[in-house]
Structure formats: C-alpha cells, structure tokens
C-alpha cells in the first residue's frame, strides 16, 4: 500500500520526501485548499520547486483543490488547477462537480482523486465521479467500517485511499456547517475548521474557558490541559449530562488494522495533518513506513512510538470499527 | 423578474422523528389547509427510522395529491450500507414520483430522469448547478449556508432554472456515521432504541455556559436557531428565486406556510411577519446570518428595522 503524506510547508515536504513518502499532498496558499490557515501552504514557485524535488526522489505530487468554488469567483480554481497541471502535479485532489467537470474536459490525461470533502460514502456516488470525470481514486469518507471498505472495493471502479493517522472528523467530511454556524467561516468556503482568529481563552475563577466566536466550547478545571477548540470535539450540556457531546479529543489511529485494510482492497493509506511541523511530519512518515515495510509481529514498538505522537495521546479507530457509532 | 406573487411553497421533509399517527396526521392537515405547492416526503435522516411512516405513505401522499400538491419523495442525506443504496435505486424503479436527491449515491441513480436537488446537496457555484440540471435536476434547493452574493450570481448563470431556498426551520448543519443523540443517551446507533424519537424538535445542545447552541436530531446536528429569510424574501425574489423552502418544526407549519404566502403576496409586511413568526415558533430565536455572509447563527436586522428600533 502506498503512503500519502501531508506537507504544509516546503520543509515538511521535503521532509516527507526524505522520509519515504510514495506521494505527498499539499495545496495553494489561499481558498482552494481545505487547510487554508496563515502561514501554510505553497506559493506556485515553492510548488514548481517541491514537485521537482520529489520527481528526482520517485516521490509523486499530490495537489489538494478540494474547497468548493465561491459563486462567480472560480477563476481562482480554474488557475489553480491549471498551474497544477502545468509544474506537472501526479494528481488533483478535488471535492466540487463543478471543477471536477473543468478539470475533466480541460485536462483529460491528468490524474483527478475525489477528496474526503466530496463525500463519495457508497459505490453509487463512487462509480457515478468514475463515470462523469473519470475519477481514478476516491479518498474515502471517515465513516466507514473496514467492512464497508471492502464492499466498497468489490463495487467500484477505482483506487481506494483511506485515512489511518491524524486527526478525526466526526461529521461526514463536506457537508459540515458548524464551523461557520458559530463563526462565519467554513471548511466548505474558506477551507478552515473552527478557525484560530475566532478562538479566546479565558479564565473565569479557577477555570480556563475556551471560546470559538461566541459559543463557549469546552471548560478545563486548574490542573486539565487545555485543548484547541475544534468545535465538534468540545464539552456540552445535553440533558441531564455534559461531557464530549460528539468525540472525545482523540485522534485516528487504525495502524493496527493495516492488514485488514490491505485485504479490503485499500491502495494508499493517508496521513492527516498538513498543519504539523516539520519533525512531527519526518517522525510520522519514516515511523509508518518502517511499520508497512514490517512483517505484521514486528510492528507493534514502531505503532507504540507513533501512538505516543498522537495529539493528546489518545487514539480511536473512530468508524472503522462498529462500536463507535 | 420574478414576480412575488408567481414564486411557490416547499414543504420540506420532517427531518426529525416523529409518531407514526402525528407525522400522517400533520400532512393530512397540510394537505387540508397549508398553501404550499409542493411536499416532499421520506425519511432523509436515518434509515433505521424508515419503517415508522410506511404504513401511512400512501395515504398522506393520496390525501396531499387530491388537494393539488405535487408530492416529492425524498433519500437519504448519508447513504453508506448496502441496502440504503438498494432502497433508493428500487425507489426510482417503481416510483412515479418526482424524487429528491440528498446525496451523491442519489444523483447518480437519477441521472437521466427529472428530480430535484435537496439543500444537502453541495451547490456552491454556477458550473455545478449547470452540471445537475444538465443530468436531469428541475429545482434546485440551495445549500442554507450560501450566502446571497453566491445565489445571485448561480441564479444569473442559469435564468432557466427553478431555484429555491432554505427560507424556514432549524439549519440542518452536519450529518455524522455516529449517533450523538443515541450517545447522549447511554446508547450507540447500534441499540439505540429510537430514543431520539423522545425529541421531536431536536434535543438542545447548550454550552457549559448554557448558551443554547444546537440540537441533535439522531445521526444530524441542527441549529439551535431557527433560519428565517422573510424579511430578505424581496430581494430573492428579484435575483429570480422562484420558490421557498419551509422545513417542518415542531410548531404549527400551516400558519407558518399562510404566513409567507401573506408576505410574499404583499398582504403582510416583512417586519410585521417576522414578529409574527417568533411567535409562532417561540422555541427558537430566527437567525439569517448565512444569507449576509457572517455567522449562521446571528440575525442581521434590515435597515427599516433599525430604524423602526430607533426611538422617536
């Protein structure tokens, strides 16, 4: 199975380079692009030079457009996705009709992935992309079982590429509007998650509160470290009860199911997190590969280690496994 | 332009999950009494939830046709199991209905024959509009988080096509694999025993800080505030919008479907029905954030609003 590694900066590409990733996925430094936070992302000449270092190492590029293209602007989209084609992008990781559409008819021989942010969760929608604009790979939504994954690959005509390490969306990826609910902006439009410009901290007696626009989303006690305040992973009251409404602070982690995910048909395996550092990306990378080159009894220590890079430190295998719906 | 009094009704689908005898009975009365144009019908949250209103479809759908209504059924918004995908592609074999599609599985089925575009469908721009109409979509609900700006310019693009908008009810905002309400409850989506069935206006989701936030509507994450465009009906009106969507609350949806004929026909006042409307869903404040391009949550007063705030 190929590694597909997050680069949101040129350092970390070329660090996931170094560290044998089989393809890197990054994006434009501006709205086209589902990790639109300052001070990442590529400009088209880090690009140019990002892509041909990769292609002297075999590695292949991987260009994320995946936001949806604001109404009378997609201009930006259609620029992006051509000077994506042209530094010589491997594959265009996409989520709207409309610009898969452009892409297909515009640029037939190029590569065209369905992003996580299209929301392709059965074989109808998969082979429906496969057909309209020839899709060669689908990025499969977090919602799934590795049951389902396998139905899925014995129903569709394309590659499968799954998500085994990062951070967790526990909405159905695309078609979540709570971001912009409470702050105006929206994974969807402007390619950012609750985000950093709408987040406050503040102390209120012995409590640290944090707040995204104006909705309080989690209260940590004198002693509880604080975590960021991604909407859908904060503490609320319903009922009776408060606690983590929808998910607990965790992060994916199915790496202990790698042969499980093979045998469901699985092509590449994707790591989350275009917003790490640069060590975090080389540690991750190398420590994966190490584990996908290990025969399945070796693996446990390498999985230790990278269970201990996780945020928080706590890990779920989320949908994958039944129980956690 | 789109003449105000030539624009049309949507009842949407009744997200949440009501008793079999109140779902039935309250489209009986709609059909009785609501100036809608159109209902469409069908559970669209979860497939668990399907068995509950089929023994009553038929006859809704026969009372809602016989008093002139077109009847849409609708799909699933996350179709992920097998037999999801097998009910909506036997659904399109035999039905003689016009369909919704709420999710790509759907759009792929219905390629090639007429059916309608629900607001869960990711329709951000022209080209994808174009793209649906061209494999066979009629109308087109707009997603509730497009802001204005974006309608008028997808309107303009394609002057053919019949748009409509997400005018009324709780913004429905995410769709997730789990089930927080089934959580929230003790429970997971496995054995969840329907307890979201407990809540048909959704169970609120408040802060630590008791701000009222969202409500959980089994595997759907809505709004705690209810989106209302009624004073902003005009101006969809002039960017060619041709019909209005009502998603069913818990609340009398009949005098909520009088009241926007009333203003679209221009016998109530914008400002005088939407004091009306927060008494008749007092449940909930309205917001129309997502149409001014700022928080969903927010509601953004019209300029005469202000100054009618004004003191003399």
Redesign the interface.
């Known amino acids: 199975m190929e590694l597909i590694c997050p680069a949101g900066t040129p350092a970390a590409f070329h660090e996931a380079v170094d560290a044998g990733a089989d393809a890197v996925y990054c994006g434009f430094r501006d709205e086209t692009n589902a990790r639109n936070f300052p001070g990442l992302n590529f400009s088209r000449e880090e690009l140019r030079e990002a892509i041909a270092y990769a292609k002297r190492k075999g590695t292949q590029t991987f260009v994320a457009l995946n936001t949806?293209?604001?109404?009378?602007a997609?201009e930006i989209w259609y620029k992006g996705a051509a000077d994506a084609v042209a530094l010589g992008a491997d594959a265009l990781i996409l989520?709207?009709?409309?610009?898969m559409?452009?892409v297909a008819e515009k640029y037939p021989q190029q590569r065209l992935h369905v992003s996580v942010q299209?929301?392709?969760?059965?074989?109808?929608?998969i082979?429906?992309?496969v057909?309209a604009f020839n899709a060669q790979r689908v990025v499969l939504p977090r919602?799934?079982t590795i049951a389902?994954i396998a139905?899925i690959g014995k129903n569709i005509r394309c590659e499968m590429e799954v998500f085994v390490f990062g951070g967790l969306c526990?909405?159905?990826e695309?078609?979540?509007?709570?971001s912009?609910?409470?702050?105006?902006k929206?994974p969807?439009?402007n390619g950012v998650c609750s985000p950093a410009s709408h987040v406050r901290y503040r102390k209120d007696g012995g409590e640290l509160?944090s707040e995204l626009?104006?909705?309080?989303?989690?209260?940590f006690p004198a002693g509880e470290a604080a975590g960021y305040p991604t909407l859908?992973k904060?503490?609320?009251?319903?009922?009776d009860?408060?606690g983590y409404?929808?998910?607990d602070p965790v992060s994916l982690d199915v790496m202990g199911e790698l042969e499980a995910l093979k045998a469901a048909g699985v092509k590449a395996l994707k790591i989350e997190g275009r917003q790490r550092g640069k060590a975090y990306v080389a540690e991750v990378v190398s420590t994966m590969k190490a584990a996908l080159n290990s025969p399945p009894d070796r693996r446990a220590p390498l999985l230790a280690r990278l269970r201990s890079m996780s945020e928080g430190q706590k890990t779920t295998s989320g949908?994958y496994e039944?129980?956690?719906? | 332009m789109t003449d105000m009094k030539e624009t049309s009704l949507t009842l949407g689908p009744v997200y949440y999950l009501w008793d079999a005898e109140k779902w039935r009975d309250f489209h009986f009365r709609i059909a009785d009494e609501a100036p809608v144009d159109r209902v469409v019908i069908g559970e669209t949250v979860c497939s668990k939830r399907q068995h509950f209103i089929e023994p009553h479809l038929a006859e809704v759908v026969e009372r809602l046709e016989s008093a002139g209504k077109t009847v849409i059924l609708s799909t699933l918004a996350l179709v992920t199991l097998n037999r999801e995908s097998k009910q909506i592609r036997e659904m399109a074999e035999v039905s003689e209905h016009l369909m919704e599609a709420n999710d790509l599985s759907a759009l792929a089925i219905l390629k090639d024959k007429p059916h309608t575009i629900g607001p869960l469908v990711n329709v951000y721009n022209a080209p994808t509009a174009r793209l649906l109409a061209g494999r066979g979509a009629t109308r087109i609900c707009l997603p509730p988080e497009l802001p204005f700006s974006s309608v008028k310019e997808i309107t303009a693009e394609l002057p053919d096509m019949d748009f409509e908008v997400f005018t009324f009810g709780r913004m429905p905002l995410a769709i997730s694999a789990r089930c927080a309400h089934a959580r929230s409850k003790g429970k997971i989506k496995d054995n969840c025993q329907f307890v979201c069935g407990e809540d048909p206006d959704g169970l609120p989701v408040r802060t630590l800080d008791r701000q009222s936030f969202l409500a959980l509507n089994g595997v759907q994450t809505v709004s705690h505030a209810c989106q209302s465009l009624l004073s902003e009906l005009d101006h969809l009106v002039e960017a060619g919008v041709r019909s209005f969507r009502l998603s069913p609350q818990d609340c009398d949806m009949v005098a909520v479907a009088k009241l926007h004929r009333e203003v679209l026909d221009g016998t109530v006042d914008a400002d005088a029905g939407v004091a009306k409307l927060r008494q008749l869903y007092a449940a909930a404040p309205l917001a129309n954030g997502f149409h001014h391009a700022k928080e969903g949550a927010v509601w953004v007063a019209r300029t005469r609003s202000l100054q009618a705030a004004w003191p003399a």
């Open positions: 949806f293209m604001r109404a009378g997609e989520a709207d009709f409309g610009l559409a452009h299209a929301s392709a969760s059965n074989p109808d929608a082979n429906f992309l057909d919602t799934l389902d139905r526990v909405m159905a695309g078609r979540c509007s709570l912009s609910y409470a702050t105006g929206s969807n439009m509160v626009g104006e909705f309080t989303i989690n209260r859908c904060g503490r609320f009251d319903i009922a009860s408060n409404a929808f998910e949908a039944k129980r956690w719906r």
